[in-house]
């Protein structure tokens, strides 16, 4: 029989883990707001619910890939009140702690467990499994869970008890936070001088200066593309705002990426909010009268 799964939230990232887990040979059942989307994976094999309790009731495993605190919390309060057998519930959306806490503690209430397992990796990344797991909490589950991690990423993780994933996940984004400014500000200075972007691009790559993130999204500074987005402008400012509410909490000092503040601001206000992240380059053009 095939193993069975359940997906709350087929956006960007959680349509391609529903993909990747299809393509895999796992029965993926699936619920998302978004028509569209839903009528998408529903062509791609997923089998589509009305809502996450349906899905509970259905599968022994749910995973949540949802945008905003709200939407997590209402999707757990829907779990519970299910009336589902115990179920073990990853949470993969990148939220602050105090809202994991919260799903974890109206899930464990009715019986199910939870898993914190926010993910690294762009929404490109995630159509080619090129993802990484940073898995906390019951370490029995995240072990027998493991055949269902690799359907969708490259590794896993179990950083120990439940919260430790989101505070793993606070330190990788704060280095793309920096690392993507940091991508368009060398793309800027190099096209500004009068090399070609694509050189910069390739040449960058091959040295000392690269980064994962420069060799994502410096080829579409270079080609000032930014759609599709692999992570949208709008959705970065939420995780932006997590990182930094999460470095105050502990008075750990964050210059660089408070320095890269404005700039995601002013993407935001000069029309990119739909767009990749990388967008940040634009902002960085018109400074330099580009």
């Not at 493991?146 to 008890?161: I, Y």
């Not at 909010?273 to 940040?280: E, G, S």
Request: proline share 4%.
């Amino acid at each position: 029989m095939q193993e069975k799964l359940g997906i709350v939230g087929l956006g960007i990232m959680g349509g391609a883990m529903a993909r990747n887990l299809v393509a895999a040979g796992w029965q993926v059942l699936g619920h998302d707001i978004d028509a569209k989307r839903c009528s998408e994976l529903q062509e791609a094999g997923v089998a589509i619910r009305p809502d996450a309790a349906a899905l509970a009731r259905e599968v022994p495993v749910l995973l949540l890939s949802l945008p905003s605190p709200a939407a997590a919390l209402a999707t757990a309060r829907a779990i519970a009140a299910s009336g589902a057998e115990r179920r073990i519930v990853i949470e993969a959306s990148t939220l602050a702690l105090k809202d994991k806490l919260a799903i974890e503690a109206e899930l464990r209430a009715a019986g199910h467990v939870v898993l914190d397992c926010p993910i690294s990796g762009t929404g490109a990344q995630a159509v080619t499994k090129d993802l990484v797991i940073y898995a906390s909490g019951d370490s029995q589950s995240i072990e027998a869970l493991r055949p269902l991690f690799f359907g969708f990423s490259r590794a896993v993780h179990d950083v120990g008890a439940f919260g430790n994933g989101s505070r793993m996940k606070f330190v990788a984004n704060l280095l793309v936070a920096i690392h993507n400014v940091a991508s368009a500000e060398a793309m800027v200075l190099g096209v500004k001088s009068g090399l070609d972007p694509r050189q910069v691009v390739e040449l960058v790559a091959s040295g000392a200066g690269t980064s994962r993130v420069f060799e994502l999204r410096a080829p579409m500074m270079a080609a000032r593309h930014y759609q599709p987005a692999s992570m949208r402008m709008e959705i970065w400012q939420k995780d932006m705002a997590v990182i930094g509410q999460f470095a105050a909490e502990l008075g750990c000092p964050t210059p660089l990426l408070s320095a890269t503040l404005p700039i995601y601001a002013s993407a935001m206000a000069t029309g990119h909010a739909a767009d990749d992240t990388a967008a940040v380059c634009a902002v960085l053009e018109a400074m330099a009268g580009m």
